[in-house]
C-alpha cells in the first residue's frame, strides 16, 4: 500500500481563540477557510508550551519540554529525540523544512532531509534565561511593548522577507515533487513567522480591515495590583513602565495581527495552488506553535496559560478522519504519533516515552477524555508553571504561586479563579493529585537550573575569541541548477518540465 504524501503548514503566535471552527467569519482568509472546510477541525487544541522552541520541540517529538529539555527560546533539543520528520524519512519518505523551527544547538536538521531555508531566529544559547536573577529584565532580547506602539503598515520587514522565501521555496518543492525525480512519498513542512510580532502589516492587507469591529478586546485591560501573580511577571519582563498603551495602539496592533493572517492566507494559496496545479493528493495538517493575547487583560504575545496564549487553531484534512468540528480538547504535541498513524508509521519502539497520542480515531468518532497538559519554563517565570485542561476545567499549578482553577464553559474568559470556591474543592483536588502524580515540580525547578547554568558558561564560553554559530547554511549547488555545460539541454528541458510533452 503507498504511503500518502503529507504537507504541514505551521504557524507562529496564531491567537486558537480566532478558529472556533476554522477561521472566524469576519477574519479574510480563503484559503485557510477553503482547507478548513474540508478539515477536522479542533476547536480546544493547546500548545504543550506557550513559547517558540519549547512548543515546536514538542510538537515535532510529541513529548513535553520537560522531557525534552527544551524549557526556552535558548535550549538545545537533542540530536537523540526522534521527530516525526525522523519517524517518517526512517519509513522511506523525503522529508524537507520551508522556513522557521526554532532548533537550538548544532543540529539544525532534526530529521528533515533537506532544508530549504536558513531559520530567522539564532540557534545558540544567547536567549537563556536565568532563575537565578528573578526579576531580571535581558534588555536585548525580552519582548517588549515597542511591538505595540509602533504598529501599523510598511510594505517590506524583517519577517515578510522571510515568509516571502518560505513560500517561494515550498512552492518551488511542491512542483519539484511533481517532476518524480524521487518516487518516495513526501512530507513538507512549510513553516511561517507570521503573524507574530512586531504588528506591521502590507496596505493591502490592512485595507481590508478598516471597518472590523474586532479591533478591541473583548476583555480590557487588567489594573497591574488585581492581575495574577505571573502575568505580573510578564508585565515587568515586557518592560509595562516605560511604554503607555493607548486604545489607538491596541487598535492598530489588532488590525495588523488581523492583516498578516491574511498575508498568510495568500502564502498558504500559493503553495495549494501548486499542488492542486500538478495534481498531487496529500493530507494537509495546519497548525500553530502557540497563541497570542493581543491585549486580552492587557497582556500581549505569549508566556501564559490563558487561552489567547495556550489555544492553537489545529486542522487535519484526510480521507481517514471525517471533516467536521471536534470540540475535546488536545494538544500539539499530538501531531507527531497522528502524522505516523495516518503515514502507517510504527513508533512502537519510542511509544512508552511519547506522551502525546494520535488524533485520527478522533477523527473517526472515538470520544477522547485525556487531560491535557502544558509546562512552561522561561522569561517571565521564575519557578517551572504547570497546566491541566481536563473536560471543560483549567487547573494552573507553581511552586512560587497560588492556584487557579477555572471553568471554561462558564468563563471562557477565565475571569473567575475559583480556586477558593467551597463548592469547586473537590475538583480543585482531584486536579491538584493528577497534577502532582505528573510533575514532581521541585525536581522539574532543579533540572531547568541546571540547564541554564551550563548554557550561560557554555555561551559566554563560545563567544570569547572566534565565533562560528550553529545558523543553518542552505546547500544550493549553482553547478546543478538550471543548465549547465555537462548536461544534455534536451533532457534537462524535458525533465524539468510538468506535465511532461507530448
Known sequence: MSKPNILIFMVDQLNGTFFPDGPADWLHAPNIKKLAMRSTRFKNAYTASPLCAPGRASYMSGQLPSTTGVYDNAAEFPSSIPTYAHHLRRAGYQTCLSGKMHFVGPDQLHGFEERMTTDIYPPDFGWTPDYRKPGERIEWWYHNMGSVTGSGIAEITNQMEYDDEVAYHATRKVYDYARGKDTRPWCLTVSFTHPHDPYVARKKYWDLYEDCTHLMPEVGPIPYNEQDVHSKRILDA????????????????????????????????????ALEATRQEAIILFVADHGDMLGERGLWFKMSFYEGSARVPLMICSPNMEPGLIESPVSNIDVCPTLCDLAGVSMEEVMPWTEGMSLVPMGQGVERTAPVAMEYAAEASYSPLVCLRYGKWKHIRCSLDPDQLFDLDADPHELNDLVDHPDHQGTLQTLRAKSEKRWDLERFDAEVRRSQARRWVV????????????????????????????????VLEENQRFPRGE
Open 238 to 273: 515586557n518592560d509595562r513602565d516605560n511604554f503607555n498603551i493607548s486604545d489607538d495602539d491596541i487598535k492598530r496592533s489588532r488590525r495588523a495581527y488581523f492583516a498578516n493572517i491574511s498575508y498568510l492566507d495568500d502564502k498558504v494559496g500559493e503553495v495549494m495552488e
Open 459 to 490: 555561551y559566554e564560553a563560545l563567544r570569547n575569541g572566534d565565533y562560528f554559530p550553529w545558523d543553518y547554511q542552505p546547500l544550493q549547488k549553482a553547478s546543478e541548477r538550471y543548465m549547465r555545460n555537462h548536461m544534455d539541454l534536451n
